[in-house]
Nanobody
Framework: QVQLVESGGGLVQAGGSLRLSCATS????????MGWFRQAPGKEQEFVAA????????YYKDSVKGRFIISRGDAKNTVYLQMNSLKPEDTAVYYC???????????????WGRGTQVTVSS
């Protein structure tokens, strides 16, 4: 079993920054690809960013490229999302996800956290 717990969400003004963290436990999570998704009110859940199990490859939604950075901790069991130049349209609940497959992580990952709220005021 894999457990994912997000933290670091909050309220920030447009142009500000937040760093989300996802702490993991359970199976050999270091061998899993990790990712972040988000869901805004009234909208479908969408992929934001993902990182390979080794941390050497990362993928981003076009609208966050150049503003968000995904990374893994040294022990590979923590994943971060550094969010800079935040915009009101980034407001959403952000979910951490994990999957053994580096392709499934961007679409239908197996494991999910419960989410953390990010609110960007204008």
């Amino acid at each position: 079993q894999v457990q994912l717990v997000e933290s670091g969400g909050g309220l920030v003004q447009a142009g500000g920054s937040l760093r989300l963290s996802c702490a993991t436990s359970g199976r050999t999570i270091g061998a899993y690809a990790m990712g972040w998704f988000r869901q805004a009110p009234g909208k479908e859940q969408e992929f934001v960013a993902a990182i390979s199990e080794s941390g050497d490859r990362s993928y981003y939604k076009d609208s966050v490229k150049g503003r968000f950075i995904i990374s893994r901790g040294d022990a590979k069991n923590t994943v971060y999302l550094q969010m800079n130049s935040l915009k009101p349209e980034d407001t959403a609940v952000y979910y951490c996800a994990a999957d053994p497959s580096p392709t499934e992580i961007t679409t239908t990952p197996i494991y999910w956290g419960r989410g953390t709220q990010v609110t960007v005021s204008s």
